[in-house]
């Protein structure tokens, strides 16, 4: 998996399997059986495609569309929230 360090803004396409570790995000696309893990937030937007699987730590604003994926949302207490089926 390909680690991102330096801070990411913007629409987002993931094509491949990669970890940003400072995203503010806007709308962010996670594309079919790639898997991505972001630490920071996204304010608008978050697309699952078929297969993809996201490992959220950190906060989303907008709208979870998830189109056959997994989302799993770390919150600050270390609980986990699994999305499948949105």
Do not use: C
């Not at 699952?48 to 907008?62: N, Q, R, S």
């Amino acid at each position: 998996m390909k680690i991102v360090r330096e801070q990411v803004l913007g629409d987002l396409t993931v094509i491949s399997n990669e970890q940003y570790n400072n995203i503010i995000g806007e709308n962010v696309i996670v594309s079919e059986n790639i898997v991505a893990r972001f630490y920071g937030i996204i304010n608008k937007n978050l697309t699952l495609k078929k297969g993809a699987t996201v490992y959220m730590h950190g906060k989303i604003f907008g709208k979870i569309i998830n189109e056959g994926g997994i989302l799993y949302i770390f919150d600050t207490t270390g609980k986990v929230l699994t999305i499948t089926d949105i």
